[in-house]
């Protein structure tokens, strides 16, 4: 299979492309060749920038799939439609949990009620993030119809993660001790490891089909306890959760939902996607491959979740209190 990839060296990109030339396919990627541009040199490679509009590469050339991955605001989608046209048999995005709007209660599926798409903004942030996501999907099914896949990924973790909300649980357990846990230790926590969700879109691909599929993970119910004490196994370390009234602080911890409105982004019904393939790498092997990832790279900095000096004042104050 041909398969033509937006985007493919990040994260997200770089673990289904890794998948489909394991897989025997032949791809094509296009972007801006400036992050890990000799990353797959079995894959080919067409240089332009979306953002600034420049699809001259895509003039020439057919394939049977489309993956787009760097599809953020609508005029992305609607684009590459210009551009490519019907030298392209399927277009699959890779969209967002992020689409749904609060309210839908526990086990919601991908009939659950949708943010009013935006159509009058490209500035991607916390509160247009969504409803962007949910205008790219309107533009892609009103130019593709039944040729139009979408794939709703929620929380990712694995080896690359360029958000590091996992990587955050994995780095801190695995330094042991004492532990601040900011939430209800049952809160609901859903991740997928991004391999998986490689390999989801990969197999709907070679079946060629059409629909949308939340993507989540675990395949059993996961909480925020069991997530900690996983890491903490797999590192074959140690750790004394502690307890903080989440309301006590203003740090913000990874995966930590409070809300019980935003709880509800832990618990979307996957089960479509489970049908059409998609596995469950056990969280204590994604863990231990995010851990030695992490440790590899030297263990840069995160860029999420509070620093070991305002943990260490936050459990001061707790035990002090």
């Not at 590091?164 to 695995?174: I, K």
Request: some cysteine; hydrophobic content about 40%.
């Amino acid at each position: 299979m041909r398969i033509l990839v937006l985007g493919g060296t990040s994260f997200v990109g770089r673990a289904i492309v890794d998948d489909a030339l394991r897989r025997g396919h032949e791809v094509t990627l296009f972007n801006r060749g400036r992050t890990a541009r000799g990353l797959f040199p079995r894959a080919g490679l067409l240089l332009g920038d979306r953002e600034e509009g420049d699809h001259t590469a895509l003039a020439e050339g057919s394939w049977d799939t489309v993956v787009d991955v760097s599809g953020f605001v609508p005029r992305h989608v609607r684009q590459a439609h210009e551009v490519l046209g019907d030298r392209v048999g399927r277009y699959l995005f890779v969209s967002s949990n992020a689409v749904y709007a609060p309210g839908a209660g526990p086990g919601a599926d991908e009939s659950a009620p949708l943010h009013v798409p935006e159509w009058d903004t490209e500035e991607v942030g916390r509160e247009t993030y969504g409803p962007l996501k949910v205008a790219c999907e309107q533009e892609l099914g009103s130019r593709y119809g039944e040729r139009a896949t979408m794939v709703r990924p929620g929380m990712l973790a694995g080896p690359h993660d360029n958000v590091n909300q996992f990587t955050y649980w994995v780095r801190r357990a695995a330094r042991g001790g004492k532990v601040v846990l900011p939430a209800d230790p049952g809160q609901p926590v859903q991740l997928l490891d991004v391999r998986d969700l490689a390999r989801l879109v990969v197999l709907l691909a070679e079946d060629d089909r059409g629909g949308v599929f939340n993507a989540m993970g675990p395949a059993e119910p996961l909480t925020l306890m069991e997530m900690l004490r996983t890491c903490a196994r797999a590192a074959g370390s140690e750790v004394e959760p502690v307890l903080v009234p989440p309301e006590t602080i203003k740090a913000r911890f990874p995966l930590v939902r409070p809300d019980p409105v935003w709880e509800q982004t832990f618990q979307r019904d996957f089960g479509r996607a489970r049908e059409a393939g998609l596995p469950s790498t056990p969280l204590a092997t994604t863990a231990a491959d995010v851990l030695a990832w992490d440790r590899q790279s030297g263990e840069p900095p995160l860029g999420v979740g509070p620093s070991e000096q305002v943990e260490r004042t936050l459990l001061s104050y707790v035990q002090g209190a």
